[in-house]
DNA sequence: GTTCCGCATGAATCGATAG
DNA sequence: ACTATCGATTCATGCGGAA
């Protein structure tokens, strides 16, 4: 029996085998970054960090369907100097274990830590990266179009006759446009780089992500009432993302203060009217 | 001795032994991808790619002097659903050689390639990868900072070609309006995200990335009257970089159709007076 | 001189079909 | 079963000629 719309407080991998086998249609998390948040999580230090994470990545494929998705939100350390390299370790041990490495999105974050090094410039991105259990997998690319770029007012007021036929490259690409296929698109498929800001106004509580980061990755592979596991749920965000979206949710979380911290988000949200902002089409927000 | 502001001819690994060892400040290439521009080089299966790779990055590091910097853009293909592993697999073993894995820039690009498929988005960004052979390298952050406005808030290093030509020329004739919002601004520090877009109405020589990818990296790597070797120089992209900067060159190429082409862009480059537009760059401009 | 507008171009990938 | 080839799909940019 799936207990749905909870956050089961505990370790994480003991958690997650009280739950039964291929339930799950998309996991989003993004784990405690190896030696960060000491001050919250207990760190993981770079070396343990792949040894650490096997065991759970093989608890999710477990309890994920076959045609789901798991989205796994990370970015390296650098440390002496050197990026560490657990997260490319990782994506070669998770493929031992059967998981397929199907595209690796980025988060380019629009308002950035500050701060200034004498080696290196501030971090700006991090990885999103995709795994599946096989080649054929949920996925709703329509339902996170975006309004096509302003060019195509003037461009396709009027067709010429190549226009309107396909008309293939000379360069031997193989690649052909018909531009007429683009007339009365309003809207176009977006690329596998997001440009969000970071929510910064979050008081006291290291909140690593924004809301819309799981909210794209929901509309993009599950449908409303799918089912959203977040094994370190943290303050709550994926969750938040979830209700706005008629999706259920799990949440794991091993400290009390983070629990409760998540409890209270949720209660916010669900205390809120369904028709406000939040609830509001993704790109709009984007702007 | 070495010689300087020439593309070499020939087998990369081969003309690579002909270098003295230590005497490059910066190496920037963009080796051919895995299986890509078959028709023009010569494919390297994705299986082969790591084991092709490492001998030329072992004379890389000979070639490079102690405090210079290596920048290999490169990005994995996907091959039957997956993402294919072979740049991960490559950083760790030039770990192994001796390389300090020190950083990943990501190009973002403003205009990647179209396309649609059921399981992936159009890929538009590419990995710039860093290495070095110590924890302390030159780097001379000040040449890239940017101003800080409106809209240059929101895209760092926003600037086409056209751009960057508008914008100087109009600064020459006093009218600029992008650029004299810029004077009396404060300038920031980039992160490590570049946003450009690629050059691809180039005039039948399309470039596999665009000027200001090999300049940012100039500007930031070297000073002027330093070495830039580019050991896969193909159209003479970094070359032509280099001369607008006032740096030296060392291509090298095996193909004689691109060799050739790299030798014609070179040529027109150092046909066009120093002191045109083109010259000009817009940073050192703004200082 | 400036703006407008037509249009070629690009490190792509998947599925189906053929050998 | 495995490989090789081919067709389908797609968006934003910059150049150059026209208005």
């Known amino acids: ?8 407080k505990g370790d994480c991998l003991t958690s997650l085998k009280t739950l039964p086998d291929s339930c799950i249609n998309l996991i989003f998390t993004s784990p ?15 070396k343990e960090y792949v040894n650490w994470f096997l065991p759970i990545s093989a608890e999710l494929h477990r309890v994920l369907k076959n045609d789901g998705t798991f989205i796994l939100n990370i970015k390296e350390r650098a440390e002496n100097g050197e990026r560490q390299t657990y997260v490319i370790e990782l994506i070669l041990e998770m493929k ?5 490495w199907t595209e690796e999105y980025i988060w380019h974050k629009k308002n950035c ?3 200034k090094w004498p080696n290196r410039f501030r971090d700006a991105w991090e990885r999103c990266v995709q795994f599946n259990k096989q080649k054929h ?21 009027k067709l010429s006759e190549t226009d309107r036929k396909r008309d293939v490259s000379k360069v031997g690409s193989g690649f052909g446009k018909n531009v007429s296929n683009w007339l009365g698109k309003e809207y176009v ?21 924004p809301v819309l980061l799981p ?11 799918d089912v959203v596991l977040d094994p370190f749920i943290g303050s709550g965000t ?17 400290m009390e203060h983070y629990h409760q911290l998540a409890m209270d988000n949720i209660g916010k949200r669900n205390g809120k009217n369904k028709t406000e902002p939040e609830k509001a089409n993704l790109w709009s927000l984007l702007k």
Chains 1, 2 share one sequence.
């Not at 339902?143 to 770029?149: F, K, R």
């Not at 498929?189 to 992500?209: I, K, Q």
């Not at 909210?215 to 009432?225: D, G, M, S, V």
């Open 1 to 8: 029996m799936l207990e749905i719309d909870k956050i089961l």
């Open 32 to 46: 405690p970054y190896a030696d960060n948040r000491r001050k919250t999580y207990k760190g993981i230090s770079t």
């Open 238 to 254: 994926t969750a938040v993302a979830c209700i706005n979206l008629n999706r259920h949710y799990i949440g794991i979380e091993a």
């Open 215 to 225: 909210t794209w990755f929901i509309k993009l592979f599950t449908l409303e009432n």
């Open 113 to 115: 830590y500050p701060g």
């Open 137 to 157: 997998f949920k996925m709703y690319q329509e339902s996170v179009m975006v309004p096509i770029g302003n060019w195509s007012k003037k461009r396709l007021v």
């Open 96 to 100: 031992n274990q059967g998981w397929l």
């Open 189 to 209: 498929y977006p690329t596998n780089v997001l440009y969000l800001s970071t929510e910064c106004s979050n008081r006291g509580h290291s909140a690593s992500f």
